[in-house]
């Protein structure tokens, strides 16, 4: 199963899918909200197996089983 | 040897009052903190910041600047009959801090100030004198707070999670290979290895999640970070004052 977290009011949203027919609404969900966090934001990949580092995600298909991919928020100048 | 010296005083305005305290460093450097209020009906504005300035200075230079810039927006608004200053003051707090600290740089720059000093302004809008209609002031979402400190706690590391637990910041090392403290402050909360802070913030998600966003990206993808920021500050300072002048500005705040 993958999991994304999309940082917003609530602390986070998340999200999980895999690739199966039943989760394919959420993956659908996932997947807009990936395009939009890398319009925007920026999606990393973290806690990944095998202890291997974090990474900026640049295609949906990098969102690895058993890792958190953590949507970022467009960072604005304070 | 530090001295530290305080005075309250009025500034002319009955809606002002400001608290001023001075430490003298040994070698005469005078670093100001100060706490002043601004009042409108409804409550209060509050400004605090620490200043690096030399002996002999004048800090109402900054002063009369900070007054002529809030306590005029506040005329502005009663003027203007705006139903909600409070509102209208808590959304300009980050153009106050903006502003105030870009004054800072220009009197340091312009001689006469200490300019390696790690200065930061903080302003906050107060609604505790009278009871607001809802509308006014949204209540903190405890339960979103909770859950992005989790969240944050669950992706630190050993050490990063003890710092934060004890001290509510924690470093990270970037993608750079330079430390960086990460504060639980909305502005100028991340401090690079040589003092300058930086300002690049999340909208409309906890404090929390700030924190965790400038983790990743520093680590990942500094350069989307630094693109989006506001710095100020910077330059070097005997580590010895910064830390004598921490622990004093701790017991005054």
Excluded at chain 1, 32 to 50: E, H, M
Excluded at chain 2, 8 to 26: K, N, P, T
Excluded at chain 2, 75 to 89: F, Q, Y
Aim: charged letters at 30%.
């Amino acid at each position: 199963m993958k999991k994304i977290r999309i940082l917003d009011k609530t602390g986070d949203t998340e999200i999980d899918f895999d690739d199966s027919a039943v989760t394919a609404d959420a993956r659908k969900i996932a997947e807009a909200a990936f395009d939009k966090a890398k319009k925007s934001g920026t999606p990393i990949l973290t806690k990944r197996q095998g202890g291997q580092p974090d990474m900026v995600i640049r295609k949906f298909s990098e969102i690895e089983d058993g890792a958190e991919a953590i949507f970022i928020p467009a960072i604005v100048a304070g | 040897m530090v001295r530290l010296s305080g005075l309250d005083q009025q500034m002319g305005d009955d809606r002002l009052s400001v608290a001023c305290y001075s430490v003298i460093e040994r070698d005469s450097i005078r670093i100001l903190w100060r706490s002043r209020r601004y009042n409108w009906p409804g409550g209060g504005i509050e400004v605090s910041g620490v200043w690096g300035i030399r002996t002999g200075s004048d800090p109402r230079m900054l002063f009369g600047y900070i007054q002529e810039l809030i306590g005029g927006q506040i005329h502005h608004l009663e003027r203007c009959n705006v139903p909600d200053i409070g509102a209208s003051l808590r959304a300009m707090e980050l153009t106050f801090e903006h502003a105030i600290n870009r004054r800072m740089e220009s009197l340091e720059h312009a001689g006469g100030y200490r300019d390696n000093f790690s200065d930061r302004v903080r302003v906050d809008a107060l609604f505790g004198w009278q009871a607001l209609a809802p509308q006014v002031h949204s209540p903190v979402d405890q339960k979103a707070v909770k859950k992005a400190r989790d969240l944050l706690r669950d992706q630190l590391n050993d050490e990063q999670r003890a710092q934060f637990d004890a001290t509510e910041q924690f470093q990270v090392i970037g993608k750079d290979r330079k430390t960086y403290t990460i504060k639980k402050a909305r502005s100028f909360n991340v401090t690079g290895p040589d003092g300058v802070r930086y300002c690049g913030q999340t909208v409309d998600t906890p404090l929390e999640d700030q924190m965790l966003a400038q983790k990743l990206l520093l680590e990942n993808d500094p350069e989307k970070f630094f693109k989006n920021c506001n710095r100020s500050g910077g330059a070097a300072i005997d580590s010895g004052i910064i830390n004598a002048l921490a622990a004093v500005a701790g017991s005054l705040f």
